[in-house]
Structure formats: structure tokens, C-alpha cells
């Protein structure tokens, strides 16, 4: 991939960038094998790759610069906004949307938030595509000073841009390095953007997590459904649901499925997901998974783990180690973290594995391994 922005210096965001992307796969494919290293009779599956550019479905920009003008991007080391509305990591419907949006902060007023003055509104804009094009679109602000501004152009927005079908305000009245506030006020009349994967549709509220990457985060859910119906459990926990990805993709009517997730925003998500894709054996609980697993009476045959980069922790492994779960399938954007979750629980070997390059252009990447419980 080739990028102006990084050739000039203006955007060192990808690590990688630059380097050709065999040759990115096969380091993360090195690195992936270091770290399992200690784990012999991993049945390896092909590594999963997409496009390397054009497939981030979400975009986080920097609002700066002077308010006839603004810049969308990032700051430099100054507070400075750098504009990069052309970044070739979004995907074509975002790029498309970048200059409408700006042109929509411009002729409404809205004023960019000057970091180093401490000054203006418009802090950050949150875009996510679905794969069937449309926008979810956030504005966070630092008050609600220009919140009737707002609201009383989004017809104009609408129009502007109608792939827009969701808009909201997120009030984010802190100076820190934090991307949003606790308060989100809905300003469309349509509350979620449907994630529509194969033959079933997610719900994305817009405090919810999802996938940054579609086509990966579809083939994810594949093979995690792969492999659960293959080992066939009755009952399945999907700790960090998210929105309920994997839970839903591994919905059966004789399988009683639960997803646990710390945000109520994502399990309301994924609630109505369920009940649009009538799936009556699915539920969803908002709680904090560790906290959820030591208060339970028993575990279910299967567990899925999909924690943020620290991992399970040794609580939570532990837990699950002294469980009566069979098996345990794994999904882990940190390697290190996931090899010592591994040590944590001797009592499951991994069987198979599988590289899902999420992101491209880094040096970050996703992996689905499957444990199984050792005989005694």
C-alpha cells in the first residue's frame, strides 16, 4: 500500500506501512508461533488476510483547525490539526463522507476544539460504515452550547448525505485523552446501524463495540461457528460478547446460549438482535465477566473468551481452569497476553488455531484458538 501522507512524513499511525504485506503476514505468522511456542500440536490453519487498504469500517478524526475550514485527522506534537480525510485505511464510503462532513461543520457553525487554547465544541467525529453503506455518524462535543445548532441542521445533513441514518451528539466535557463522554443523545430517528454478516444481522448501538475490519470480522464469526458446531456443546457462554457476535453466529435451537458484557449499550445491541433473528435459547446479561463466572453455580460446556489486549487475567483463567467446561475457544488481539492465559489454564491444550489479520498496515493482529480439556 502507498500512502502520501506517510511518504511525507505527515502520519507515522502504520508501523508497517511501506513494508510489502507478505511480508507483514508472515512476521505476524512468526510472532503468533513464538509466543504458542511452548504449546506442541497446534493443528495451524491458513492465516485469513482481505484487502490491505480500503477496510477500516470506522474512523475516529480530530476536529481542528480554523472553523471555515476544519482539518479531520489528528493533532501534531503542537495540538496542530493534520488533515487526513484521504487516509487509504477507510473504507470508499468514508472517505466519500469525510468532505460532506466538513463542509456540514463548516456552514453550521459548529466550532473545532482548540487543544492547546482549550477553546470550541467539535472535538472528534465518529464514523462507522455498515457493510451495506450506511453511516452511523457522532459528533462529540464539549458542551451542549451548540447542541440546537446541531440538531436543527440535520435535515440538511440528511440530505447532504444519506447514507447518514444514524446521528448523535456525545457530550464530552473533560480535557483529556479520552475519545467520548457518558452522555449520547440520539438525533436521528433510527437509534442503531444494522451490521448485516452472511444471514444474520447485528445491531450497533452507538456506544457499541464492533470489528473495525468487516471482512475479517465476518470470517471470524465463520470459523468460531465452525468450530463450536463441531465440538456440539448444549450450553455456550460468550464472555465479552460485544454486541454478541459470536454468540449469535453460534446460535442453535437445541443449544442454550448466554452472552455476558460489561456495557449495557452493547447488550441492549445485541439483544434486539436476537429477537429480530428469533433466537429464543440466546440471552444476554450486562455484567463484568470474572465477576459473572465466580458467582455462577456451574460453567456450560463451552466457553467463549474474547477480553480486551490484558487478557483473561489470572483470576478469570483460573476460574475457568477449575471449571467443568470442555472446552474454551479463544479470540485474542494480543498474542503475549494470550500465551500467558494459556499457562494459566494447563488443563486445556490448544488444538487449532488460526491468524485473522485484522489489521493491516500494523503490527497488531487477531487469533482464534481452540482449547480443549486434557483427559484425565
Not at 473545532?112 to 487554547?117: G, N
Not at 454478541?244 to 449499550?265: C, K, M, N, Q
Request: net charge negative.
Amino acid at each position: 500500500m502507498q500512502c502520501d501522507y506517510f511518504d511525507a512524513g505527515t502520519c507515522r499511525s502504520c508501523t508497517e506501512m511501506g513494508v510489502p504485506y507478505p511480508t507483514q503476514v508472515a512476521r505476524k505468522e512468526e510472532h503468533l508461533r513464538r509466543q504458542l511456542g511452548a504449546f506442541p500440536g497446534i493443528e495451524w490453519l491458513p492465516s485469513f488476510t482481505a484487502a490491505e487498504s480500503g477496510f477500516r469500517n470506522k474512523a475516529k478524526m480530530v476536529i481542528s483547525g480554523d472553523p471555515a475550514s476544519p482539518t479531520l485527522g489528528i493533532l501534531d506534537t503542537d495540538g496542530v490539526g493534520v488533515d487526513l480525510r484521504a487516509c487509504g485505511l477507510c473504507s470508499p464510503g468514508l472517505t466519500a463522507a469525510f468532505p460532506v462532513l466538513a463542509d456540514f461543520i463548516s456552514t453550521t457553525g459548529l466550532i473545532p476544539y482548540d487543544v492547546p487554547r482549550r477553546r470550541g465544541e467539535v472535538k472528534y467525529l465518529i464514523v462507522t460504515e455498515s457493510p451495506d453503506g450506511e453511516l452511523m455518524v457522532r459528533f462529540v462535543l464539549r458542551s451542549t452550547r451548540q447542541l440546537a445548532q446541531l440538531r436543527d441542521a440535520l435535515p440538511r445533513l440528511q440530505a447532504a448525505l444519506p447514507a447518514a441514518v444514524v446521528v448523535s451528539a456525545n457530550i464530552h466535557p473533560e480535557h483529556k485523552a479520552t475519545l467520548e463522554g457518558d452522555e449520547e443523545i440520539i438525533l436521528s430517528a433510527q437509534e442503531s446501524l444494522p451490521m448485516r454478516l452472511d444471514a444474520l444481522t447485528l445491531h450497533l448501538r452507538t456506544r457499541s463495540f464492533f470489528q473495525t475490519n468487516t471482512a475479517v470480522a465476518r470470517e471470524l464469526y465463520r470459523q468460531g461457528t465452525a468450530w463450536v458446531d463441531e465440538v456440539g456443546p448444549s450450553t455456550l457462554w460468550d464472555l465479552y460478547c460485544g454486541v454478541g457476535g459470536f454468540a449469535l453466529h453460534a446460535a442453535r435451537p437445541d443449544r442454550e446460549v448466554t452472552g455476558i458484557e460489561v456495557s449495557a449499550e452493547a447488550v441492549a445491541s445485541a439483544r434486539l438482535s436476537a429477537s429480530d433473528a428469533g433466537l429464543p435459547h440466546t440471552g444476554f446479561v450486562a455484567a463484568d465477566a470474572t465477576a459473572f463466572v465466580r458467582d455462577a453455580v456451574e460453567l456450560p460446556e463451552l466457553v467463549i473468551v474474547n477480553p480486551p489486549r490484558r487478557g483473561l487475567g489470572a483470576e478469570l483463567a483460573s476460574l475457568l481452569e477449575n471449571s467443568e467446561a470442555r472446552h474454551v475457544l479463544y479470540s485474542s488481539c494480543n498474542a503475549v497476553s494470550l500465551g500467558k492465559d494459556l499457562t494459566r489454564m494447563p488443563s486445556f491444550a490448544p488444538v487449532k488455531a488460526r491468524l485473522m489479520d485484522m489489521f493491516p498496515q500494523s503490527h497488531h493482529y487477531e487469533t482464534m484458538v481452540l482449547l480443549e480439556r486434557r483427559a484425565a
